[in-house]
């Protein structure tokens, strides 16, 4: 079975402009997060997207965005980039919405993304 | 969710016993324990949860003392696939504003030698 698979896996950006990340969960999973990770740090929650709806959303500017696809996949988008956004993107899929001991939420690869 | 406390990192000798402590002092009586890893350059992945009994499965065992204000992850026989970060959190496991939120501390880095 296919697991968490995102896209692009690396990816070269300058300061200004404007990336979207792609994420795929596992099939049957209707809900997808998104976690920012820099490097040195844990993991930090951006959004929680659940049946094409926002249902979480961590302490991050506006200039970052999601959406859901009726196909469950998602997309990240950040505008306007700054070097501090440079980090491991993680998106993580589950059944449900919250984290029950059925709902696991498993991680896909990431996409390391560099702003220079 | 509670906030946890990890040592920065621990060394195993292959074969042997890796013991993981986590304390977590302010859990509440809806709040599980989870376990998290994560290999290098990979993303997480689950290990084990419990509430307050002691809990075992092909991965590990967890052990959260009787006043669960820690608990323990036990890696059986250490190999050096285990090397990792192992993120101890404390989490309840209700709906509302917390979803599916996972909260990462920095963890434990994991080094297991030959």
């Known amino acids: 079975d296919a697991g968490v698979t995102q896209s692009p896996t690396h990816l070269i950006k300058t300061r200004g402009q404007h990336v979207t990340l792609r994420c795929s969960p596992i099939s049957g999973h209707k809900s997808v997060s998104w976690y920012q990770q820099v490097l040195g740090q844990g993991p930090q929650f951006i959004f929680q997207y659940y049946e094409k709806e926002e249902r979480g959303r961590g302490n991050f500017p506006d200039r970052f965005s999601a959406r859901q696809f009726p196909n469950y996949s998602s997309e990240l988008n950040v505008n306007a980039l700054l070097l501090g956004d440079s980090a491991l993107y993680l998106c993580a899929s589950s059944k449900g919405l919250t984290s029950t001991v059925y709902n696991e939420q498993f991680f896909g690869p990431g996409t390391r993304l560099t702003v220079l | 969710d509670a906030k946890t406390t990890q040592p920065p990192s621990m060394d195993c000798a292959e074969g042997r016993a890796a013991n993981l402590p986590c304390n977590h002092s302010t859990i509440s009586g809806n709040e599980y324990v989870y376990w998290y890893r994560q290999i290098h350059s990979q993303g997480p992945q689950y290990i084990i949860h419990g509430l307050k009994n002691n809990e075992t499965n092909e991965m590990a065992s967890l052990i959260i003392t009787e006043d669960r204000k820690s608990s323990t992850l036990i890696l059986p026989h250490a190999t050096l696939r285990d090397t990792a970060v192992y993120y101890c959190?404390?989490?309840?496991?209700?709906?509302?504003?917390?979803?599916?939120?996972?909260?990462f501390g920095q963890g434990t880095i994991l080094t297991v030698h030959p």
């Open positions: 959190i404390v989490r309840t496991n209700a709906g509302g504003t917390s979803y599916g939120k996972l909260t």
